[in-house]
């Protein structure tokens, strides 16, 4: 069992940043790779991230792109989200899971309980 939790969300105005933070116990993450997901009321939830194992590969939603960065300390067992420039449609709970798969599409077994990101205009 890998148990996840996310922190680093708040109220940011538009422009802003906020580093998000998915840190794991139980397990160690160096085994899984990560996703980023968020879910804004009323809609479904999309994918925004991910980062491979090892770190060396990633890939964004194009929503997110170039504006997002997604990286990973095995050392501490976390993996990271850092938003800049933020939009108020970038508002949502944002979301880290870990899966085994060695490839994409990732397979995710294990979700944080998320953490809320509110960009006000």
């Known amino acids: 069992q890998v148990q996840l939790v996310e922190s680093g969300g708040g109220l940011v105005q538009a422009g802003g940043s906020l580093r998000l933070s998915c840190a794991a116990s139980?397990?160690?993450?160096?085994?899984?790779?990560v996703g980023w997901f968020r879910q804004a009321p009323g809609k479904e939830r999309e994918f925004v991230a991910d980062?491979?194992?090892?770190?060396?590969?990633?890939s964004y939603a194009d929503s997110v792109k170039g504006r997002f960065t997604t990286s990973r300390d095995n050392a501490k067992n976390t993996v990271y989200l850092q938003m800049n420039g933020l939009k108020p449609e970038d508002t949502a709970v944002y979301y880290c899971?870990?899966?085994?798969?060695?490839?994409?599409?990732?397979?995710?077994?294990?979700w944080g309980q998320g953490t809320q990101v509110t960009v006000s205009s």
């Open positions: 980062i491979s194992r090892s770190g060396s590969s990633t």
């Open positions: 899971a870990a899966g085994t798969s060695l490839s994409r599409p990732y397979e995710y077994d294990y």
């Open positions: 139980g397990r160690t993450l160096r085994n899984y790779a």
